[in-house]
């Protein structure tokens, strides 16, 4: 890999695990993108190859971008809104793809992957110190000051130098998984690792810590390869999500919405959820249209959305006032915005990574962890923005690698798959 574009990838790493230090997180976003972009051009220039591999994993996710913008474009004409609140967000929302896909064609050694993961390790040593500092002075030294810090459950929430706590729960997720997979075990890891998993939960990150105890879980299921562990994961994830479709089109949140006033964004979250089953019931198909729910363009150009469905005007105000996806749930988002045929479309595109890396999920191979880490993107966007960071850019790191280009989905000539739909 050349040496320019590593250290982009490096700097892109310092920056999204330091993100309260460097940047502003409205400019995150533009930094990630242009850096990606400026490691794209640098890289066509140096292999002097075309600017997009002629690989069906390429194909099948152009393809399936293409196709999601264009039932987008349906919905604005169905719906006949406002096309300035459109082209202010159908960016945005094709932004997580367009960057995974550039990631995917840099095609970055295994090793060079490797050498990367260990920098993004490196890179959080000074968090983890401040982290450890603050474990041992508010949970050991029981020293109370809690001024400017978060609380869940009248404790402390560690965050670190990361600036959020959630934050600082995915980078440790990242690195106990990382830790796991690819060092040697050792009594010293391992009391590394517990330290580090006690140190996740005390971030009070819900999410990022059932997903480290999920990655253990899916790896060790993995390792004994039985098939009743197999069977028996496949029928609790069949439940799971039969009880997230049951809630979702029943409206079964609205029952619980008082006891999390306490907390204004899991209020949010659930009251986002509850109203995308009731307006996917009217918009089923092709949804209300982007940049009508969700976004400062939907409060901005006025959308009839919120009133339409008697949304509160306490959620309103607390979503305008937050950045990014306001109302937290991604899946939410997509499936008011663009029904089910972009909603799927959308996730699909996530789907053909896994489908991808069919089959090549060898020792110390990272297309285990990205795997992995795809699942853990697509179910984190229940309740949270998919754009998830570092989560989004480890994960997009992970599909670079060239094992993922040549695994299962290779070309139209080196397999008898034509196109993955």
């Known amino acids: 890999m050349n040496k320019v574009i590593s250290y982009l990838l490096i700097l892109l790493l310092i920056v999204t695990s330091y993100q309260s230090i460097f940047v502003e997180v409205s400019f995150l976003d ?57 082209l202010a967000e159908i960016f945005n929302n094709i932004k997580p793809l367009i960057i995974l896909l550039l990631f995917v064609n840099l095609q970055i050694s295994q090793e060079d992957i490797k050498k990367l993961m260990n920098s993004f390790l490196i890179i959080n040593i000074p968090s983890l110190i401040f982290l450890l500092i603050d474990f041992i002075r508010f949970y050991i030294l029981n020293i109370r000051f809690y001024q400017g810090f978060q609380q869940r459950y009248g404790l402390i929430r560690l965050e670190g130098l990361s600036g959020h706590p959630i934050q600082m729960g995915y980078i440790l997720m990242l690195i106990i998984v990382w830790i796991h997979y690819n060092y040697k075990r050792t009594n010293i890891s391992r009391l590394i690792l517990c330290l580090l998993v006690i140190m996740q939960f005390l971030t009070f990150a819900r999410l990022p810590f059932v997903f480290t105890l999920g990655y253990f879980a899916f790896y060790y299921c993995k390792a004994i390869n039985s098939k009743l562990i197999k069977a028996m994961g496949v029928c609790i994830a ?67 959305i919120y009133y339409k469905y008697s949304f509160r005007t306490d959620m309103i105000k607390f979503a305008f006032d937050k950045p990014g996806s ?29 489908i991808n890396s069919k089959g090549s999920s060898g020792k110390k191979n ?56």
């Not at 220039?45 to 099948?60: H, M, Q, R």
């Not at 306001?326 to 939410?332: G, K, N, W």
């Not at 790191?397 to 280009?405: A, K, P, R, V, Y």
């Open 238 to 304: 069949a439940i799971v999500t039969t009880i997230l479709i049951t809630i979702l089109i029943n409206n079964f949140f609205n029952v619980g919405l008082n006891y999390f006033e306490n907390e204004a964004e899991n209020t949010i979250r659930l009251y986002s959820l509850s109203k995308a089953g009731e307006i996917i019931k009217d918009n089923g198909f092709f949804g209300v249209g982007i940049g009508r729910f969700g976004d400062r363009a939907s409060v901005l150009y006025n959308s009839d």
């Open 366 to 421: 990272p297309i285990f962890l990205l795997k992995y880490l795809t699942l853990v993107i697509l179910l984190n966007s229940i309740f949270n923005p998919i754009y998830t960071i570092p989560l989004y850019l480890i994960t997009c790191l992970l599909s670079s690698t060239e094992d993922n280009q040549t695994s299962y989905i290779k070309s139209r000539k080196d397999t008898n798959l034509s196109y993955v739909f």
């Open 326 to 354: 306001m109302f937290e749930s991604h899946l939410a988002k997509q499936i008011i915005e663009t029904g089910i045929i972009g909603t799927l479309l959308f996730y699909g595109v996530f789907l053909i990574l896994i």
């Open 30 to 86: 533009e930094f990630i993108l242009v850096a990606i972009i400026l490691a794209f051009i640098i890289n066509c220039f140096i292999t002097k190859e075309k600017l997009l591999k002629k690989t069906l994993l390429n194909k099948a996710i152009i393809f399936t971008l293409l196709l999601y913008i264009g039932s987008t474009l349906i919905t604005l004409c169905i719906n006949q809104y406002e096309t300035s609140a459109y």
